[in-house]
């Protein structure tokens, strides 16, 4: 059974950092594309990151919604069939309830109707 468990959630005051972790376990992701998304309460789910599958040199393409682009980082380390997302600068707008999500083969979707797997979420908030 295909698990993605996400953590690393909670409040933190504006301009502040925090890191997610999603650790997926009953299969490996190591050729496919992983993205974090988020929903805030009374709006769609959004795409937020997501990275493709490490080449031969060790390096994963990224690509970011504007909303975020400069302030987030997505990474992932195959090893440990993990994908992480570094939130620095954060701000108020950014509050939401994130997911991790998995989509089999290596096109960096922005679309969640693309993502095979999804993760429980766990809840940011940023204060004012």
């Known amino acids: 059974q295909v698990q993605l468990v996400e953590s690393g959630g909670g409040l933190v005051q504006a301009g502040g950092f925090l890191r997610l972790s999603c650790a997926a376990s009953?299969?490996?992701?190591?050729?496919?594309?992983m993205g974090w998304f988020r929903q805030a309460p009374g709006k769609e789910r959004e795409f937020v990151a997501v990275?493709?599958?490490?080449?031969?040199?060790?390096?994963?393409?990224?690509s970011y919604s504007d909303s975020v682009k400069g302030r987030f980082t997505i990474s992932r380390n195959t090893a440990k069939n993990t994908v992480y997302l570094q939130m620095n600068s954060l701000k108020p707008e950014d509050t939401a309830v994130y997911y991790c999500?998995?989509?089999?083969?290596?096109?960096?979707?922005?679309?969640?109707?693309?993502?095979?797997?999804w993760g429980q979420g766990t809840q940011v908030t940023v204060s004012s």
């Open positions: 999500a998995a989509r089999l083969g290596s096109f960096k979707s922005r679309s969640s109707v693309d993502y095979n797997y």
């Open positions: 990275v493709g599958p490490t080449t031969w040199n060790g390096s994963s393409s990224t």
């Open positions: 009953g299969r490996t992701f190591s050729n496919d594309a």
